[in-house]
């Protein structure tokens, strides 16, 4: 089992940044590629983010490639999702998962482990 806590979400006025932060426990982290999902009300889980277990990879969805940045630290265990110019779009509660390969997805269903959330408000 691998235990996710998301921290770091917050109010923020549009333009501002924002970084929101993962902590796992419980397993060997760094053999997973992790990923950050977004959900706002009323819509879907959509992906925003993954990095392979290694950091040397990343991918990001259209909407914020560009704006947000993520990184991770296996000595400490964390996955950071850098967000900076930020728009009322991106309100939602950002989710991070885990996913039992090197490299992640962009499907929500392949991911293993989820954290509970961290909600961002971006207002305008």
Same mark, same amino acid.
Request: zero cysteines; proline letters at 4%.
């Given at each position: 089992q691998l235990q996710l806590v998301e921290s770091g979400g917050g109010l923020v006025q549009a333009g501002g940044s924002l970084r929101v932060s993962c902590a796992a426990s419980g397993h060997t982290f760094s053999s997973f590629a992790?990923? #950050?999902? +977004? &959900?706002?009300?009323?819509? !879907?889980? !959509?992906f925003v983010a993954a990095i392979s277990w290694s950091g040397a990879t990343a991918f990001y969805a259209d909407s914020v490639k560009? +704006?947000?940045?993520?990184s991770r630290d296996n000595a400490n265990n964390l996955v950071y999702l850098q967000m900076n110019s930020l728009k009322p779009e991106d309100t939602a509660k950002y989710y991070c998962a885990a996913h039992s390969t090197a490299w992640g997805s962009r499907l929500s269903a392949e991911y293993n482990y #989820?954290? &509970?959330? %961290? &909600? *961002? %408000? *971006?207002?305008s």
């Open positions: 992790m990923g #950050w999902f +977004r &959900q706002a009300p009323g819509k !879907e889980r !959509e560009g +704006r947000f940045t993520i #989820w954290g &509970q959330g %961290t &909600q *961002v %408000t *971006v207002s």
